[in-house]
């Protein structure tokens, strides 16, 4: 009985390590995508900007 109880909490052990290994997997990617998007925003934003800029410039 108590090798069952030993493997039991072994198993518990290594289910949370996986819990917690998923859990900052998920926060990594989270981040490398709000990080990725951001930059995306940012060229996208000087991008029409500039073709704001120019089409204004050919107005002239």
Known sequence: ???WKWRE???AVE???RVYALTIASFVAGLA???I???SYLVNNR???EMYSNWKA???
């Open 58 to 60: 050919q107005l002239k």
């Open 9 to 11: 909490k072994e198993f």
């Open 37 to 39: 998007g951001g930059v």
């Open 15 to 17: 289910m949370n390590i």
């Open 1 to 3: 009985m108590s090798e």
């Open 33 to 35: 995508e709000l990080i």
């Open 47 to 49: 991008l029409s900007e």
